[in-house]
């Protein structure tokens, strides 16, 4: 076991002479569901930018089950997946099936391999009714779950949901949250950053709390619950972690 997926070591970055990120490593482990907590503007977008090349590493400090990143650019590209906090800033297609198959299409995936992709992902995010419509019509909750069914269609090895549950309704909320439950059964690895611990930290097997570009703690989420609170982060007023979930 603790077979390591990705290896991130000493990640600085600097804008305006602020470090944005100071000296950030971390390992994510097979099967791990990690949550990220931190105050705004403590650097957890920006690292999660990293992690899939949106920002390009200079030198070797992030290596994707040994492979060193910096040597192969588009590794993180195709093995990690970004679910952003706004959907709309993630949809491109006029039609949902579209929009799902954009990136998968991008890589190469074309003709009857292309159609079975968009059609397995659109059933297992449960929206193959919305097929057909336009992605910007749907409601937070439908969109949430296409750009899901887009990265899902690249099948990455690791999913990063940065803030899944903002503008969402209670429904929506539960939704994405068996989402997230069923694609952690599945085996995925898992990271979700959120201010919302209440609504998903029950399920979260490691948690780091990020403060000012820095990783402040990494352990257990039931130890680091405590001391969210030292970073300006809202601790869940359920006492136990078991608890923090809307899952009823
Ligand atoms: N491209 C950029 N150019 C300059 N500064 C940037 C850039 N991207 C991020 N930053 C700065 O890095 C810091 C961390 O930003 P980041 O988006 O990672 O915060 P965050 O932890 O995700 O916060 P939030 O909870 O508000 O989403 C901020 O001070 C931000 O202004
Ligand atoms: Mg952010």
Redesign the pocket.
Known sequence: MNNKILEVRNIT?T??N?K??DNISFNLYSGDFLLIA????????????HLNGL?PIKRSTIFFKGEDCYKKDDLMKKRVGIIF?NPDSQIVGLTVKDDVAFGPGNIGIKGDELNKTVARVLSEMEISHLSDKNPYILSGGEKKRVTIAGVLAMNPDILIF??PFIGLDYPGVISVTKSLLKLKAEGRNIIV?T?DLEKIAAYCNRMII?SK?KIVHDGLPNELIDKVSDYSIRRPFQKDLKDMTWLT
């Open positions: 970055r804008f305006d602020i944005c990120l931190g105050a705004n503007g403590s650097g957890k977008t920006l690292l999660m930018k920002f906090q940065d803030e950053i201010h990020m570009g």
